[in-house]
């Protein structure tokens, strides 16, 4: 019940193509759910997150779409780019006092971005 | 504003041996989170601390890991005796909750080597 289900496990996209992943949980009582992003030897970044009283957040090339009855929520990045090549990671949490809380990480999605 | 910083980056230890990693969370950031990533992995949660107290530990070992964050100075992962299957990357992530933002920034990482 705690596990979070990511895929694909790796993606091809066009440079100015849609990249989608999608990302799907089974504890309701989860209430934080971000993206993160990685490079090659860093550390994850935060992209974007989300609470389950929204459908959907948009920042920038990055939307967060949730579907909170199913219990998926999903990453779009817009007009993909070279540099957007990473692994990507949804993850999702049961805050506590105003904290994240410990997040519970998808496996990751490799994406590749061809120019 | 200096970021998590994380040392050393990169550390090996033989087997038996003990292993100390360090996390220096962002300035007036009083929560720290310790994980764990496996090759190809997601990231796998350990502990949360606070400063002088550690909130959840449910991710940790029961045997070799401890973790502490003292009043001063950094937080500190060890791993007494390490073993092969230790060899991994560990991230610290630090936040400061209840000012309305419940993101995490991570560090760099210290990558692990047992040999």
């Known amino acids: 019940q705690q596990q979070v289900k990511q895929s694909p496990q790796s993606l091809i996209v066009q440079k100015g193509g849609i990249s989608i992943i999608n990302c799907a949980y089974e504890n309701t009582a989860f209430d934080y759910f971000p993206w993160y992003q990685q490079f090659p030897g860093k550390g994850p970044a935060l992209l974007i997150a989300?609470?389950?009283?929204?459908s959907e957040k948009k920042e920038g090339r990055f939307t967060i779409s949730f579907n909170k009855s199913a219990k998926q929520f999903s990453l779009h990045i817009m007009d993909s780019q070279p540099g957007d090549s990473a692994t990507y990671f949804c993850a999702a949490s049961i805050t506590w006092r105003g904290s994240q809380g410990n997040l519970i990480f998808g496996k990751g999605t490799k994406l590749s971005v061809k120019p | 504003n200096a970021g998590v910083m994380q040392n050393p980056r990169h550390l090996v230890r033989r087997r038996g041996q003990e292993a100390r990693l360090r996390c220096s969370p962002m300035?007036?950031?009083?929560?720290v989170y310790w994980y764990r990533q496996l090759p190809e992995e997601g990231l796998k949660f350990m502990v949360y601390?606070?400063?002088?107290?550690?909130?959840?530990e449910s991710g940790m070992p029961k045997e070799r890991f401890s973790a502490e964050f003292p009043k001063e100075g950094p937080s500190i992962l060890r791993i007494q005796q390490v073993v092969r299957g230790d060899s991994a990357a560990y991230f610290c992530?630090?936040?400061?909750?209840?000012?309305?933002?419940?993101?995490?920034?991570f560090g760099q990482g210290t990558r692990l080597t047992v040999v």
């Open positions: 601390l606070q400063k002088e107290n550690i909130i959840d």
């Open positions: 989300i609470r389950p009283d929204v």
């Open positions: 992530a630090s936040s400061t909750p209840g000012q309305g933002d419940t993101e995490a920034f």
């Open positions: 300035k007036g950031h009083s929560h």
